[in-house]
Every structure is written in C-alpha cells, then in structure tokens.
C-alpha cells in the first residue's frame, strides 16, 4: 500500500468509529442495558441526545460515503434542512407526547 492510499484508508475508518460511538451514544441514552426488553417513553433530554447522536451519523453518511461534501452548496444546504427538520419533528412529537401524559 502506497502512502497516498493510506489517506484514502484512514477517513473512512474514523468515519466508522465516529458512528459507532453515536449507536453506542444512543444506546446509553435510550437506557439499553442488559434484561431491559420492555418499552417506555424517554424524557425529552434522552430523545434529543439520541437525535443527535443519529443526526450526526447520518451527517457522516452524506459528506463521507455519499460524497456530499464534492456537491455542490445547494445540495449540502437541503440534505442538511432535511436532517433537521426530521431532528426537529421527532423531539417535537416526544415532547408532545410527554404533555399529553402529564395531562
């Protein structure tokens, strides 16, 4: 391997281990831990951290694996407008969902 490939090699690789640290993120915030297989509504502060965490990774995806970040600025801008609307709309609906229970 030729030390022009292992640039090629490396962003990649931490690219991964970035996303894995947000499912890992996600994981903890959501409370999966061993023996709980039941369901419950999360407070606000774990769905925004989990939001988060998977906005980051699906960032990742686009700029690294789809090759966004070579398109051009119009493209990036709605990509990004997407993720956050989707971001916005998700803690919109627990945060709904969290005053409906109170009530």
Same mark, same amino acid.
């Given at each position: 391997m030729t030390r022009q490939n292992q640039g090629s090699v490396k962003i990649p690789v931490i690219v991964w281990a970035v996303a894995v640290g947000m499912t890992v993120t996600s994981l903890l915030a959501a409370g999966a831990t061993e023996g709980t297989a039941t369901a419950?509504?999360? /407070?606000?502060?774990? !769905?925004m951290v989990i939001m988060i965490a998977g906005l980051?990774? $699906?960032w990742l995806i686009l700029q690294y694996y789809l090759e966004m970040r070579f398109s051009t600025g119009s493209w990036r801008g709605l990509f990004m407008a997407f993720l956050i609307?989707? /971001?916005g /709309? !998700?803690?919109? $609906?627990?945060?709904l969902l969290l005053l409906l229970g109170r009530a």
């Open positions: 419950n509504i999360l /407070g606000i502060v774990p !769905v980051i990774k $699906a609307v989707i /971001g /709309g !998700v803690v919109a $609906a627990q945060a």
